[in-house]
């Protein structure tokens, strides 16, 4: 295994490195309350010689930590939000709450902290032999709907790296060659005039008639619209339980999502025309707000390539009898494909890169790859067939098989970025790349007025 020297300290840490996943895990917390999260993974940083800077951004729980100095510069990112909806025991194989908030990581951004930690840890160990350059860890909160990688992005927290490597629980091992969508979100606001629905319907205007109607509008939009685009609605106030009352206020929130920022501004502005029509039919008025924007991924060729010969380079974990058995217990409590039910419960090789076809999501990473050369990597740390956002998910966060695969992602990362600083001319290459590929330079998704949501923290 090349770099096999500076990556064993991984295996050396391997008990820290699971406490702070473990950690994150137990303290689960949702977008821009990510306290307890935040302070677990970058004291760990302080305590292994990182220069620690909290709050950046203007976002309290964001930080980065910096060990080296100059060029090359490689960055590593760090997510360790959780999602409502999803208190889950660990470990356990069917739904099972524990005492808490309704919080989980169902997105396994406790495993995604903690690899991102150990690979920072190999790195700084190559750094110490080298002088070869600096890296920077970024605490990044707020992945999941709140676009803190996007806040981050606008206020050029990213400027100035050469590359940055980023990866992510998944069911199989890979390199990242799928674009993604730009994406916008914003909440629509009606508001009416209350009256008694029975006896004077004449006198009322219904906010919660005019949401109706722009779902209608934009129901019928998706057929004059490319069919890379998406539109996806939630109706979020109702306007009350009161059947007899006309509704004055009602709101439905939109994301809209395409190929490019330009074409999701595009789409945005006919949403915004549907809003304002629903609001002239029912004499209500409207007003909107902004919830998050993405931009489309950039993907950089010499990156992949390079992800790629550090996957097939390291061992992949081998599961246990008891991994196994756990999984197939999981899996009986989801929809499988026959190709999944035909397959080992665990990823077992290295697949090659695929074909880069767009799909369906959006990432707040993209706008970090619109600011420097970036690069993403899937880890299987979970039983194939596993949905996102489930609690089946969250039940896998602590597992064994879970944890060996962070490890696996920590070396992939930290091999990824010693091969980059050994070889400058791969460095030089995908600079090049990036340039030609953003040459229209980075608009922000989000309105230059709109400010990251920032969370008071009621717990010392």
């Known amino acids: ?74 960055g590593v990112l760090a997510e360790f939000d959780a999602l409502e909806g999803l208190n889950q025991k660990a470990g356990a194989t069917a739904p099972e709450n524990i005492p808490g908030p309704d919080v989980g990581h169902g997105c396994g951004h406790n495993l995604f902290a903690g690899g991102s930690f150990a690979a920072v840890l190999a790195i700084k160990k190559y750094l110490e032999e080298t002088g070869n ?6 605490g990044c909160p707020a992945e999941e709907s709140g676009a803190g990688k996007a806040f981050l992005a606008r206020e050029g927290v990213f400027d100035g790296m050469d590359a940055v490597i980023g990866w992510h629980p998944e069911k199989m091992y890979m390199v990242r060659t799928r674009p993604s969508l730009a994406n916008l ?42 069919t890379t685009c998406r539109v996806h609605y939630a109706i979020v106030d109702a306007g009350g339980t009161a059947a007899n009352v006309v509704q004055a206020h009602a709101a439905v929130s939109y994301t809209v999502r395409a190929n490019t920022l330009k074409e999701v501004q ?6 915004d025309l549907i809003a304002q029509g629903a609001a002239m039919m029912t004499e209500t008025t409207v007003t909107e707000k902004f919830n998050a924007g993405y931009s489309e991924v950039i993907l950089i060729p010499t990156l992949q390539k390079t992800v790629n010969e550090a996957l097939h380079d390291i061992p992949l974990p081998v599961p246990t009898a008891e991994d196994i058995a756990f999984g197939r217990k999981l899996q009986e409590t989801f929809v499988m494909t026959e190709e999944e039910k035909a397959a080992p419960v665990y990823a077992e090789k290295v697949l090659d890169p695929a074909p880069p076809k767009a799909h369906g999501g959006s990432t707040d990473t993209a706008d970090v790859s619109w600011n420097c050369p970036t690069v993403q990597i899937h880890i299987g740390t979970w039983a194939k067939g596993t949905p996102g956002h489930s609690w089946q998910a969250v039940a896998q966060g602590k597992s064994r098989y879970a944890k060996e695969a962070m490890l696996y992602a920590g070396k992939a990362v930290a091999g990824t970025a010693i091969r980059l600083m050994e070889h400058p001319e791969l460095l030089a290459k995908a600079k090049a790349e990036h340039a030609e590929l953003t040459k229209g330079g980075y608009v922000s998704p989000i309105p230059a007025d709109v400010k990251a949501p920032v969370a008071e923290q009621h717990e010392k």
């Open 266 to 271: 595009e789409l945005h502005r006919r949403v």
């Open 1 to 74: 295994m090349l770099y096999e020297k500076y990556l064993k300290i991984i295996d050396e840490k391997r008990d820290k490195v699971t406490g702070v996943s473990d950690g994150i895990w137990d303290n689960a917390e949702i977008r821009y309350h990510e306290f307890k999260s935040s302070k677990i993974l970058s004291d760990a940083l302080e305590e292994e010689g990182f220069m620690v800077e909290r709050g950046i951004g203007g976002m309290p729980t964001a930080f980065k930590a910096v060990y080296g100095n100059g060029h090359p510069a490689i």
């Open 185 to 226: 979100g914003y909440t629509y606001y009606f508001k009416g005039v209350a009256s008694h629905a029975g006896g004077s319907p004449e006198k009322g205007r219904s906010a919660l008639d005019a949401v109706e109607l722009m779902n209608v509008g934009a129901n019928f939009l998706r057929e004059h619209m490319p």
């Open 133 to 138: 350059g600096s890296v920077t860890l970024f």
